[in-house]
């Protein structure tokens, strides 16, 4: 299961979705990564919690056109490029 890490929050500046470090999280995050629509609906998912397969699955149901490899390949990239704002399971990934 994949979780936010403490401290690592969502929040929406405009038009654009930003997580951001706050309190202790500061220390290993200073900084903001903007996220576009697909990153924003993967961290609705991570903050509830969920696993790479879901996140998979949410986006072939999303996204017409998509076929399962892309989606697994995009997936692991997102999860890759946040890894510094998350918890989880390595048996998950």
């Given at each position: ?51 790479p ?30 890894s ?10």
């Open positions: 299961m994949i979780h936010a890490k403490p401290g690592f929050l969502m929040r929406r500046l405009g038009n654009d979705h930003m997580v951001v470090a706050i309190g202790e999280a500061c220390q290993q995050f200073n900084g903001m990564v903007r996220l576009n629509e697909t990153g924003a609906l993967y961290w609705n998912m991570i903050e509830g919690g969920t696993t397969q879901a996140l998979v699955a949410r986006t072939l149901e999303v996204y017409d056109g998509v076929d399962e490899e892309t989606a697994r390949r995009d997936v692991e990239a997102f999860l890759d490029a946040l510094f704002a998350l918890d989880h399971d390595p048996a998950d990934h």
